[in-house]
């Protein structure tokens, strides 16, 4: 199938080719990078307007309750992609070093225990989501009306858990193996399925978030199984060629990629499981500020993930890429593509938070109820804090991007658990109490309750920022210490094993 002229291409490479004017890239992996990056990209803002979307079209047809509803659900939904992209973390590292080193036969050993270990891990996850869903919700809130909301899509939207992952698994072969078109092409036009089928169920039969979460579900179950036809058959017809087929028959149960696998994904899952794992507690603080605060930051960070799509990209080019160099042993060129990528990230990073911040209100205006609703001026607070904290992800993702495919992976997950957990949430929560709760400590004494300092949303307003900054300076230290380079030697094709 033939690559049409792309204007959204066009502009990625324009940001390019003015930092290559500038001296500060090369032309050459410019061209490269951004034929890797903008399908990715695309795919990363057509899912998060998807999740957008599902949003908005809730907040018009239910209300603000069904918002904050939708909200509580949307970390234990986030398991999801925390643990499809732990597995889809190890499979881009295995799959685009043997596709640079031309190890087809390993490449498919690779990807069928990538698809086990995905499988095995996600289904007790829906059974349990399908089982407990209003115990979860009941956990982050004590809004009744926004707590039978969020068990209803949650109960729904869990049975699409192990689609999900094998969705992000079916799409890291294909980045892996230099194809990150197809993937976009698959992935994307899911996502338009997705908001197809949720308007039809949400506005036409009228099942408000139970339609919202059965339409996701549906969505991921047909990407799935486009990604299935194409791994398979070598194509797919409407969409085109795969650059591999791979034999559904071959063995699973490699105890070799099974445990490169685990080695590489477990922290690029848990580093996935901190973004999770974090909305739960900074849930439960924002619903000390009330129903439109909750809205207002689930608003808030439905426009963060589209202003965080070229992180999907570059992130992800950036994993092949240095992948495949260090598959064909050249560390080197392999370091040039990665320095080079993180600032070609950084500027269409400032590009996107501009664009956001000039439309921030009217964008904003389109999840809500009524123009005049309350949660709109928190949410464009929101919005402006998410502009400056997303530059840094630009440094944080492009960074992590190195380490991800030489297997250095523990280092990003550190990083983004200190920025959450130690900076991001405490901050949060300052903003949220005027005092700490006195505390007795048995056999000593008691700490009496300290007074915090009274910044309200500020602490919310700050905490955005925590999120990115903290990540971005400790990956990017790692990258620059150049210890990944030999940590990679290990997860090559053919590495011999550890004594």
Known sequence: MARLPNPFRALILYIGFALAKAGLIDRHRVVRTTDLAWPRIVTGIARMSKNAVDVAMVGVAVGTSAVAGVGFAGPYWGLAFALGGGVAGGTIALVSQRFGAEAYGELGDAVRASVLLAILITIPVSAVFWTFSTRFIDVLSSNEAAIAFGADYLRIVGLGVPFAALNLVGSRVLVGCDDAYTAMQVRAGGAVANIVLSAAFIFGLGWGVEGAALGTVLSNVLAVAAFTVGLVRGRVPGIGEFPIAIDPFGSYVNPDMLRDLVEIGVPVGARNLVWTVAEFPMLAILDVFGENTVAAFVIARRIWGIMNAPGW???????????????????????????????????????????????????????????????????????????????????????????????????????????????????????????????????????????????????????????????????????????????????????????
């Open 313 to 499: 990209g570059f992130g992800l080019a950036s994993s092949s890429l240095v992948g495949q160099e260090l598959g064909g042993e050249d560390p080197a060129e392999a370091e040039a593509y990665a320095s080079d990528i993180i600032r070609f990230s950084v500027a269409t990073y400032v590009v996107f938070a501009a664009l956001t911040a000039v439309f921030a209100t009217d964008i904003v205006t389109l999840f809500a109820e009524t123009p005049d609703s309350p949660e709109i001026p928190i949410a464009v607070n929101l919005v402006y804090a998410a502009c400056v904290a997303v530059i840094f992800q630009g440094i944080s993702g492009g960074a992590a991007g190195p380490l991800d495919a030489a297997g250095d992976t523990k280092i990003p997950f550190a990083s983004q658990f200190l920025g959450m957990f130690c900076v991001s949430i405490p901050l949060a929560y300052v903003g949220a109490r005027e005092t700490t709760p006195a505390i007795d400590v048995p056999g000593l004494a008691t700490i009496p309750e300290i007074a915090l300092p009274a910044i309200g949303l500020w602490g919310v307003y700050l905490a955005f920022v925590a999120e990115t900054t903290i990540p971005a300076a400790i990956n990017y230290w790692r990258f620059r210490s150049g210890k990944w380079k030999k940590i990679s030697e290990a997860y090559r094709p053919d590495a011999p094993a550890d004594d």
